[in-house]
Nanobody, 123 residues
Framework: VQLQASGGGSVQAGNSLRLSCAAS????????VGWFRQAPGKEREFVAA????????YYGDPAKGRFTIAVNNAKATVYLHMNKLKPEDTAVYYC?????????????????WGQGTQVTVSS
């Protein structure tokens, strides 16, 4: 399994970005794709997750009310739409894939990781 994250960049506070996570390597069905982020000097934290079969999405505290996760099965791609960005959203954003039935908020339950994409939000 290969995961390719893209879409990061530098924006001003209040603007939006859309991150993409393209998956390849086999057919996906029950797995979940999650987004995590890591700011300098901080732990990697959970942002959002969704299963390929498009069950209800899961959101971590950083995402609630501002971010939306969505899946495009035809393109084997998961998107993270980030609105109303704040300087504290500045981090490297990673996508990852999990085969776990639960615990999608924990990085320990993810088997595969992409390379990360940098998001920088200036005030």
């Amino acid at each position: 399994v290969q995961l390719q994250a893209s879409g990061g960049g530098s924006v001003q506070a209040g603007n939006s970005l859309r991150l993409s996570c393209a998956a390849s390597g086999r057919t996906f069905s029950d797995e979940a794709v999650g987004w995590f982020r890591q700011a300098p000097g901080k732990e990697r934290e959970f942002v959002a997750a969704i299963r390929w079969r498009s069950d209800s999405p899961y959101y971590g505290d950083p995402a609630k009310g501002r971010f939306t996760i969505a899946v495009n099965n035809a393109k084997a791609t998961v998107y993270l739409h980030m609105n109303k960005l704040k300087p504290e959203d500045t981090a490297v954003y990673y996508c990852a894939m999990s085969s776990s039935d639960s615990g999608l908020g924990s990085r320990d339950n993810y088997n595969y990781w992409g390379q990360g994409t940098q998001v920088t939000v200036s005030s």
